[in-house]
């Protein structure tokens, strides 16, 4: 599990992190409040559109009283460790109690490939393969996290789920920025959820909600749903 707000000369990720986290809660006066679906977007200090905060990834009943949120970063190694050991039994979970999850991403300075592989997974998710573009992002981890040719290596990843080339490279190219402002804004608003490490699960029923933090089993999910759920 990666801290977000302890401060601590090792790793260095924490540091950023937290330095992160700090310059976002002081670079405004009013905190995101903590979204369902979507947080409405609206205008920086800078008078450049900041996007709304929406998962990168969705899946499940769209009316659903059951919510599963993950917010993870994807060079997070106890992020990627999550996805391998758990999501396949998160997706049956969801399926079996008719809810939905979403997915958000987190960046930091201390992970500044995180920025070229949530590019590359929304690029990919324009063209409907995000599931596919995260499962093989987290399962090559190890190859592009640090790299300095990580952009390359994260294209090479989710070109064979790209239907159209040239709209997959100019997304690429072209979307850094938006991706970036994205980031930042996921970032501010998992801190308004209480969210200080990642990966996080949030389980919500019926509005009522509770954190997770750390790698976290289908089975404790399952196990916050029924206490949030209450007696039957």
């Known amino acids: 599990m990666t801290d977000i707000l302890r401060l601590d000369r090792r790793p260095p990720l924490r540091a ?15 905190a995101d ?19 709304a905060v929406t998962p990168g990834f969705v899946a499940g009943d769209p009316d659903a009283a059951v919510v599963i949120q993950e917010w993870a970063d994807f060079q997070c190694p106890f992020c990627a460790r999550h996805y391998t050991e758990n999501h396949e039994a998160i997706e049956a979970l969801v399926e079996e109690v008719g809810g939905r999850f979403e997915y958000y991403e987190i960046g930091s300075p201390g992970h500044p490939e995180s920025l070229d592989a949530t ?4 690029c990919a998710g324009a063209q ?4 596919d573009a995260r499962r093989v ?4 981890q190890a ?11 994260l294209r090479a990843l989710v070109l064979p789920f790209a239907a159209d080339t040239a709209e997959l490279d100019d997304c690429l190219t072209n979307q850094r920025l938006t991706v970036g402002r994205i980031l930042n804004r996921n970032l501010r608003a998992a801190m308004g959820q209480g969210v200080r490490s990642t990966p996080t699960t949030i389980v919500e ?3 009522a909600r509770t954190a997770l933090p750390g790698v976290t089993s289908a089975e404790a999910i399952r196990a916050a749903v029924d206490s949030l759920r209450g007696p039957s």
């Open 205 to 207: 029923v019926d509005g």
């Open 128 to 131: 409907g393969a995000y599931a």
């Open 33 to 51: 409040a903590p979204p369902s679906a979507a947080t409405p977007a609206g205008t920086g200090d800078d008078g450049l559109a900041v996007p």
């Open 16 to 30: 950023c992190l937290a330095a992160a986290i700090f310059a976002a809660a002081c670079g405004s006066g009013d």
């Open 137 to 140: 992002i987290y399962e090559n």
């Open 143 to 153: 190859s592009w996290s640090g790299s300095l040719e990580a952009d390359t290596i």
């Open 119 to 122: 590019v590359a997974a929304r």
